[in-house]
Each structure stands twice: as C-alpha cells, then as structure tokens.
C-alpha cells in the first residue's frame, strides 16, 4: 500500500493552493483519510480529517479556509487551502486507515512522502 500526496508549492499570503492524495496497493476499504501538517521545530498536527461516510473534522486555525474532500472510489483525498497564511507553512502528509482485508476492521495507518507549502508574506 502507498500513499502518494501532490500538490504543494509556494505562494503568497492570501492566496490558495490545492493537496491531492491517492491510495494504490492492495487496498480493502479506506476508513478515515486525513492530513497533517509539521511546521521546523514543530510537533506533527491535524490539519483536517474526513471519514468514508464524509464527516469531516478541521483544526481551529484552518476552519472555514481549508476543505478536505475525498473520491471513495478513486481512493484520493483532498485539500483545498485557501487564504493562506505564513503559519501555514509546513509540510504536509496524507494519512489514511487502510484496511487490507476483511477482517482487518480497525485498518492500518499509512502515511504519504510529504509536500512542502510555504506561503510568503
């Protein structure tokens, strides 16, 4: 299983930027797909988390900016970040629970190869 995250880049405060995440492997179900964030000297943070039935869940800071979506049957997870701000700048990883097989219920945490965005001021 890979997770494989796209979409970073530099940009000036204010403007957007679009994440894009897919899953590829032998795959069963996905159940939550996420994304975090890791600022330099920072610990790692939730950035946003959606769940298969489309529930979603926002950090404080990006509520009302950030939107995250997924593609169920592409197995893709999306974030759409819009009025960036310096404190954004981090790298970002996609994170989903992956279940395997059948009788995996709880799946598995698996994590993408992080993508840079660094907003300007």
């Known amino acids: 299983v890979q997770l494989q995250a796209s979409g970073g880049g530099l940009v000036q405060a204010g403007g957007s930027l679009r994440l894009s995440c897919v899953a590829s492997?032998?795959?069963?179900?996905?159940?939550?797909m996420g994304w975090f964030r890791q600022a330099p000297g920072k610990q790692r943070e939730l950035v946003a988390v959606?769940?298969?039935?489309?529930?979603?869940n926002y950090a404080d800071s990006v509520k009302g900016r950030f939107t995250i979506s997924r593609d169920n049957a592409k197995n893709t997870v999306d974030l759409q970040m819009n009025s960036l701000e310096p404190e954004d700048t981090a790298v970002y990883y996609c994170?989903?629970?992956?279940?395997?097989?059948?009788?995996?219920?709880?799946?598995?945490?698996?994590w993408g190869q992080g993508t840079q965005v660094t907003v300007s001021s």
């Open positions: 994170n989903a629970k992956i279940r395997t097989q059948i009788r995996d219920l709880r799946g598995t945490d698996y």
């Open positions: 959606i769940t298969s039935g489309g529930s979603t």
């Open positions: 492997g032998s795959i069963f179900s996905i159940n939550a």
